[in-house]
């Protein structure tokens, strides 16, 4: 059984600091691995996907990355703002379509 | 482009009645469909999913349960509320088993 955890729980930055939050898992054998953004009561959006066989996707000021062998992926957040502010959730698929999802970390960033 | 819609966005109902939850995609056909439910401070889990019109497979036994009367719809629905059933539920779409997963805005159910 896959199992997803996030490391930390909760991270507080000052503004323009650059951070990296972290999503480990047990079973290496994914379809992709997927990390979302989450606003309090709302719902999930996505932030970047990546497939099994790549190592990483960029988008804007964010950079994902995957090792399978190790079961890591990593988020990277340059220059952080507070509109970054949010939950941040990395959701791994093992089994057609299936994702098992970590707790999520609360990013605070301080103006 | 695709949008998914999901409603009603909040419900209060009491212990014992019925539950009726819609999500509905527009822009592709024969998605995947997805039920997620999100305990408060905690990540998703799946209750859900269907890959095609009355195809439904569970993934927690429950007193819930889902149907896709049509392509690009997905009911959640119970018969008799518990207090247990009280959450975030959240409805998805992929274009396949290896896809990109979208997520509507949520239903915040609470049971009295």
């Known amino acids: 059984k896959q199992e997803v955890t996030q490391i930390p729980a909760a991270l507080s930055v000052p503004e323009g600091e650059n951070l990296v939050l972290n999503c480990s898992f047990t079973?290496?054998?994914?379809?992709?691995l997927q990390w979302f953004r989450q606003d309090p009561g709302k719902g999930l959006t996505s932030l970047l996907l990546?497939?099994?066989?790549?190592r990483e996707q960029t988008s804007g000021r964010l950079n994902a990355s995957l090792d399978k062998s190790s079961g890591r992926s990593t988020l990277y957040i340059a220059a952080s703002q507070p509109g970054d502010s949010a939950t941040y959730l990395c959701a791994v698929n093992t089994n057609a379509g299936k994702s098992t999802f970590g707790d999520g970390t609360t990013l605070t960033v301080k103006p | 482009s695709q949008t998914i819609h999901q409603w009603p966005a909040t419900l209060v109902q009491p212990v014992g009645s019925p539950l009726s939850l819609e999500c509905t995609v527009e822009?592709?056909?024969?998605?995947?469909l997805y039920w997620y439910r999100q305990a408060a401070g905690r990540g998703l889990q799946l209750l859900f999913y269907s890959v095609g019109i009355g195809q439904i497979s569970s993934e927690v036994p429950q007193n819930l349960s889902a149907s896709r009367p049509q392509d690009r719809q997905f009911i959640l629905s119970s018969k008799k509320l518990l207090l247990s059933d009280s959450g975030f539920y959240l409805c998805a779409w992929s274009r396949d088993s290896a896809g990109e997963l979208f997520f509507g805005e949520g239903s915040r159910l609470t049971v009295l």
């Open positions: 822009g592709t056909s024969n998605p995947n």
């Open positions: 079973d290496s054998a994914i379809y992709n």
């Open positions: 990546i497939q099994s066989s790549q």
